[in-house]
């Protein structure tokens, strides 16, 4: 059984401050890795992906991925109130065959306080 | 506009009842999704399809059933043999699923469905 573990939160941070999100995946090869954004009865939207170790910036968001730990984060640099969201962390992995699915997270609920 | 589209938005349901949930992608991907989303939990995928006239289950099929008779479309049927079908059904699609950039999902909107 494959597994992707997200502190389920609520993770406050004050305006304009550095947000750090986890992610934790069980299978070892797995190969991509993906970041989405969920606002409250919405559907995800997706923020970024990475594939290779080290970090990955995209404006405000850079993305972390450690496959030796399999660890992968997100942070978000100057927070902002429009960011209170639920972020999905979604981890790719061979399933069976050629076919590849992705499992989510259960995510993390990020508010952002003005 | 290139996207996903999903109708109905919201759908009751009445107990022993089908319902089809549709899903449309104008992106020309090949691969498309059906996921399932309860309260404060993540996705869990139904089915997904990688090519026209080929579908597998996913992780929770049982109560649901699809087709990919064109490449754009890829219904969602939840039979009367689901128990427990309220829920928000997400459709996706991607480009491929044979690794890579390609592999990345993209959402419709979503449909909410309740039985009443």
């Known amino acids: 059984q494959k597994e992707v573990e997200q502190n389920s939160g609520p993770l406050s941070v004050p305006e304009g401050a550095i947000a750090s999100l986890n992610c934790t995946y069980s299978?070892?090869?797995?190969?991509?890795f993906f970041w989405y954004r969920q606002y409250s009865g919405k559907s995800p939207e997706l923020i970024m992906f990475?594939?290779?170790?080290g970090d990955k910036e995209d404006g405000r968001f850079t993305a972390q991925l450690n496959k030796a730990s399999q660890y992968v984060s997100l942070l978000i640099r100057d927070s902002q109130p429009s960011d209170s969201a639920t972020y999905l962390c979604?981890?790719?992995?061979?399933?069976?065959?050629?076919?590849?699915?992705?499992?989510f997270g259960s995510g993390t609920q990020l508010t952002v306080l003005p | 506009d290139g996207g996903i589209t999903q109708s109905p938005k919201y759908l009751f349901r009445k107990e022993g009842q089908n319902v089809t949930l549709s899903c449309e992608q104008n992106?020309?991907?090949?691969?498309m999704y059906w996921y399932r989303q309860d309260p404060g939990q993540g996705l869990r995928l139904i089915y997904y399809?990688?090519?026209?006239?080929?579908?597998q289950k996913g992780d929770i099929a049982e109560g649901y059933s699809v087709s990919r008779e064109k490449k754009e479309s890829f219904p969602l049927t939840v039979t009367s043999a689901q128990k427990n079908p309220t829920a928000f059904y997400l459709c996706?699609?991607?480009?491929?699923?044979?690794?890579?950039?390609?592999?990345?999902?993209?959402f419709g909107p979503g449909t909410r469905l309740t039985v009443l």
């Open positions: 996706a699609s991607s480009a491929s699923n044979s690794g890579g950039s390609r592999d990345t999902q993209y």
């Open positions: 979604a981890v790719n992995s061979l399933s069976s065959g050629s076919a590849r699915q992705l499992t």
């Open positions: 990475i594939y290779s170790n």
């Open positions: 399809s990688q090519i026209v006239n080929d579908f």
């Open positions: 992106l020309n991907h090949d691969a």
């Open positions: 299978d070892r090869g797995s190969q991509s």
